[in-house]
């Protein structure tokens, strides 16, 4: 099955400062990479994805890249914000043909910005 | 629009009890995960329902948990017996279909076993 590796577990930035959380997957027929963030107490909220056949995508000050070559994608956090503070997940579905489309978690990485 | 709700919020029990936790999915989508969410192991899929059918079960830790779906707008985790090891938050999500790949999140609920 499907394996997610995500780096680092912790990060801590300045405000203003950019934050790049990595992660990897082992199933080359993964075709989609949600990110989720997740506040404390809460459950955690989609807040962008790329599918396979794109290589980058923005929205506002998050971007998320995908190298399906290496079978990594990243999360881009521009001019981070204290309300930016939360943990992060990165997904993975692999089409298993046989209709089964479960998402594969990363293990998280706990954002800290210090204001 | 009402997001996907869950409840209780927090359970606490003591070992041997049951346990039911309780799922209302978002209007019109056919497909929901069941998620439970700890430290050590992070977000684990314990089951997949489409259509009100499960369809994926192989998540579920032990015979002691047990998933329904009786209709589209409803379904429970129950656990019995439960034991301190099943302390986590477990998450409900759903999405619209199968096909689709956006899953949205309850806010979960925390359970602890004494």
């Known amino acids: 099955g499907e394996n997610v590796e995500q780096h680092p577990s912790t990060l801590s930035v300045q405000e203003g400062d950019s934050a790049v959380i990595k992660c990897t997957y082992s199933?080359?027929?993964?075709?989609?990479f949600p990110w989720y963030k997740q506040e404390l107490g809460k459950g955690p909220q989609l807040i962008i994805d790329?599918?396979?056949?794109?290589g980058e995508k923005k929205d506002q000050r998050i971007a998320v890249t995908l190298n399906k070559t290496a079978k990594h994608f990243s999360l881009h956090i521009t001019e981070t914000q204290p309300e930016d503070s939360a943990v992060y997940f990165c997904?993975?579905?692999?089409?298993?043909?046989?209709?089964?489309?479960?998402?594969?978690f990363g293990k998280g990485t706990k954002l800290s910005v210090i204001p | 629009d009402a997001g996907v709700i869950q409840s209780p919020r927090h359970e606490v029990t003591e070992m041997g009890q049951e346990v039911t936790l309780r799922c209302k999915p978002i209007?019109?989508?056919?497909?929901l995960f069941w998620y439970r969410q700890t430290m050590m192991r992070g977000l684990e899929l314990l089951i997949y329902?489409?259509?009100?059918?499960?369809?994926?079960d192989s998540g579920m830790p032990e015979d002691r948990f047990s998933a329904k779906m009786p209709n589209a707008s409803f379904s429970t985790l129950k656990i019995q017996p439960s034991e301190p090891r099943d302390s986590a938050v477990y998450f409900c999500?759903?999405?619209?279909?199968?096909?689709?790949?956006?899953?949205?999140f309850g806010p979960g609920t925390r359970l602890t076993v004494l």
């Open positions: 209007s019109g989508h056919n497909s």
């Open positions: 329902f489409n259509n009100n059918v499960p369809i994926d």
């Open positions: 790329i599918r396979s056949n794109v």
């Open positions: 997904a993975a579905i692999p089409y298993s043909g046989a209709g089964s489309y479960q998402l594969t």
């Open positions: 999500a759903s999405k619209q279909r199968e096909s689709t790949d956006t899953q949205y």
């Open positions: 199933d080359s027929a993964s075709n989609y």
